[in-house]
């Protein structure tokens, strides 16, 4: 099969499966949704009350995560049910390849989606901000939109390659909704400075425009895309040894 029938045909399966494609959609109308209401409603008090300008502006990105990795997880797991997984491999035997072709569509179609949801969120926010807004030229804002697109399609990368070594979504989202949402806050006051390099945190040091202590905000994003990568290697292996 040509390389772009190929990845034509994971599009197509995103795009028809209900769950997939609907928390594709997800990260960046959940982003609008919740940037309108929260800062039409308390914005302007929360950016009176100082920290970071440029973090505060992302702070809706807490919820476009959720959604990123709802797409990794559920994108793949259509792959578990039915069957679907040896129908894909009987149109292309070579797994490897089959597995890469459907980490590209979906490390694109997350991008497109991330850097929408990041630019949306800063620039719709900041028109209900009055004299407390800030534009792309603050320092540190342009970073931060490109970053938050990157920082999301690295969870949703995380999620897949997870759910392709768990087979399960559920298991997937029942665990890295948790764990970023409470998990990561508990080990962060236990321990310390190293709770800086957890996939959620590490990522989020890009969306700030003076990071606190840890790797930095490139380093940070890096640090989660080696989180990523990791959780595909895994991804891939089982893949390649397990049967359909």
């Known amino acids: 099969m040509p390389v772009t029938a190929l990845l034509h045909s994971e599009w197509i399966k995103i795009r028809s499966v209900r769950a997939s494609y609907g928390s594709l959609l997800a990260v960046f109308v959940s982003t609008l949704a919740i940037t309108l209401l929260v800062f039409a409603t308390v914005g302007r008090a929360e950016a009176d009350n100082g920290g970071d300008t440029v973090f505060n502006a992302f702070y809706v990105i807490n919820f476009a995560q959720i959604a990123a990795i709802s797409f990794g997880a559920t994108a793949v797991s259509s792959e578990y049910t039915g069957g679907a997984l040896r129908v894909s491999l009987s149109a292309v035997p070579h797994r490897s390849r089959f597995y890469a072709s459907k980490i590209a569509v979906m490390a694109v179609a997350a991008l497109a989606a991330g850097l929408a949801a990041g630019f949306t969120t800063f620039l719709v926010g900041q028109a209900f901000l009055g004299e407390y807004a800030i534009g792309l030229g603050e320092p540190g804002a342009l970073r931060a939109c ?29 665990l890295l909704v948790p764990f970023i949402l409470i998990v990561s806050f508990v080990v962060g006051d236990i321990a310390g400075g190293a709770a800086a390099y957890l996939p959620d945190r590490a990522g989020q040091q890009v969306l700030y425009q003076d990071p606190p202590e840890g790797p930095g905000p490139w380093a940070g994003l890096a640090v989660t895309l080696l989180w990523a990568a990791v959780s595909l290697l895994a991804g891939w292996w089982a893949v390649r040894r397990r049967d359909a």
């Open 146 to 174: 490109f970053g938050a697109g990157i920082y999301l399609t690295a969870m949703a990368l995380f999620a897949a390659g997870l759910t392709f070594l768990l087979r399960s979504a559920v298991a997937v989202i029942s």
